[in-house]
């Protein structure tokens, strides 16, 4: 919450002793945000850099991250938010730690879009996702994602919620893997809105996928199975 004038500054430092192996990475991570853009909405701007530690002889590798964003408030009833980030090395495409031995020839760039509305007893959000990763050795892959979750208030305290996405990813040395899934079922919350919290959902999922996606997956399902079903119960909780 530094003042710059035009709109607010943050500077973080983080350091994890290990990141699934012997390496540590310590990251500083900076954010320009509330910087006014049009009626109603805002520009965010994130920039991080990653070195690792280099233990047992295993050397540490550094990283850096970008991110742009763009916040819409008063959007039918919710917001909207457009972004673009890049990554490379040891900074995880999500301006995270990443992989402490990533070297510079790990990349990822990907464009999102995510509008959220409220109209009525109608909510929801939606997203729509554009994914280009690179690894060291050449190895490339373009993912995408398409999908959204509506809620539709019966009640103060009750919601029935239903969610749709489709997935695909192309490795380009191999085949391309795709996911449809659906889901359904009734939430009890603490109002009928799409995000009042705390919730809990009783839900049934319906997965279909083709066979390079469970190969892929590694989840011990037979050769010939490309569907499946989950239920199960979620509680989630903000403060």
Do not use: C, M
């Amino acid at each position: 919450n530094i003042d710059a004038g035009f709109g607010k500054f943050g500077f973080a430092g983080y350091k994890t002793d290990t990141n699934g192996g012997a390496n540590g990475i310590a990251r500083l991570h900076a954010q320009l945000y509330d910087v006014k853009a049009n009626p109603d909405g805002k520009l965010r701007f994130v920039a991080t850099f990653s070195k690792a530690d280099s233990q047992g002889g295993v050397k540490g590798k550094d990283g850096f991250g970008l991110t742009a964003e763009h916040v819409q408030d008063k959007f039918f009833g919710g917001g909207n938010h457009i972004w673009v980030q890049y990554a490379q090395g040891s900074t995880n495409i999500n301006q995270g730690f990443g992989n402490a031995t990533a070297d510079t020839g790990t990349k990822t760039w990907r464009v999102v879009e995510s509008p959220s509305w409220q109209i009525g007893a109608f909510g929801g959000q939606a997203i729509a996702l554009y994914q280009h990763d690179e690894a060291d050795g050449g190895v490339k892959w373009n993912s995408y994602t398409l999908g959204g979750r509506g809620s539709f208030g019966i009640t103060k305290n009750l919601k029935f919620l239903t969610e749709i996405g489709f997935s695909g990813r192309k490795p380009n040395n191999g085949e391309q893997q795709n996911l449809t899934k659906v889901t359904i079922g009734p939430a009890l919350s603490t109002g009928p809105d799409f995000w009042k919290r705390p919730e809990l959902r009783l839900y049934v999922t319906y997965a279909d996928f083709n066979k390079a996606a469970a190969q892929d997956a590694q989840n011990g399902l037979p050769a010939n199975k490309t569907n499946a079903v989950s239920y199960g119960a979620q509680l989630e909780i903000w403060f």
